[in-house]
């Protein structure tokens, strides 16, 4: 893989306070291509930080995941996307997706891509049971993926693990994104089920969401262009 197509997979995660995101930001100018602004930092310092890194030259993976009525949902896709988010979340639960995609579409040309969330990874089978859904994990992750692309999302987030089983489900160009991705001697801190960058990106992910191997190094700079380097070195 080339470089700047590897440069271009890799997201951020900034789950830290506004002093050390715009710190890691800075450090990453010129080298990060994306960074992904979640709930905690996201509902503590609002669109202007969207603004911020957007000024800085990143793209900006606004991770909310909205989850609410339609008219809400449309509400939030408009104002997320008028923050200048290149990419944004939902939940797939039915009516919200087509909300999702004209919020997005109202407020620019250049509209947000979204990524659905299907069965969070946090949820097992128990967990599914007691909010009376007797599926497979796998067949109802599926069922959402569909559902999210036939109204109008451009993907999906889910594990590695079930990256392959989703490209084969869904469009060739559609969305992929994985988090829980371990770079080779990497801290798995809670993540359990994890792939190294190459394996998340060889199983079907267009792009990978890598956290803590980045902000919590030494050398955010130098674990970022590692895990670039073993992409380019490994993917074909
Ligand atoms: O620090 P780490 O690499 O584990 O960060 C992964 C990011 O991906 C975090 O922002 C986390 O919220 C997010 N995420 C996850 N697992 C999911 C969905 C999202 O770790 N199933």
Not at 35 to 56: C, H
Request: aromatic share 4%; hydrophobic share 45%; proline share 4%.
């Amino acid at each position: 893989m080339l470089e700047t197509d590897a440069r271009d997979r890799v997201i951020v995660a900034l789950d830290c306070d506004r002093e050390r995101a715009l710190e890691l930001a800075h450090e990453l100018s010129g080298h990060a291509a994306w960074l992904k602004v979640g709930m905690t930092l996201y509902y503590a310092e609002g669109p202007e930080i969207v603004k911020t890194f957007k000024d800085l030259g990143f793209k900006v993976f606004l991770d909310l995941k909205f989850h609410d009525i339609p008219h809400q949902v449309r509400g939030a896709a408009r104002s997320a996307s008028l923050a200048g988010a290149d990419l944004l979340s939902v939940h797939g639960s039915g009516a919200m997706l087509a909300a999702c995609r004209e919020g997005a579409e109202e407020a620019r040309e250049d509209r947000a891509k979204l990524v659905a969330i299907t069965v969070l990874t946090s949820m097992n089978q128990d967990a599914l049971a007691e909010i009376g859904v007797e599926s497979p994990v796998a067949e109802e992750a599926a069922r959402l993926a569909k559902l999210a692309q036939v109204n109008g999302i451009d993907g999906i987030v889910c594990s590695p693990m079930e990256a392959h089983d989703m490209r084969e489900l869904l469009a060739p160009d559609a969305l992929i994104v994985t988090p829980g991705v371990r770079p080779v001697g990497a801290a798995l801190g809670d993540q359990s089920r994890v792939a190294t960058p190459s394996q998340a990106i060889e199983r079907g992910a267009s792009h990978i969401v890598v956290g803590r191997p980045i902000t919590g190094a030494d050398d955010p700079v130098a674990a970022f262009d590692a895990i670039v380097a073993e992409l380019v070195e490994n993917v074909a």
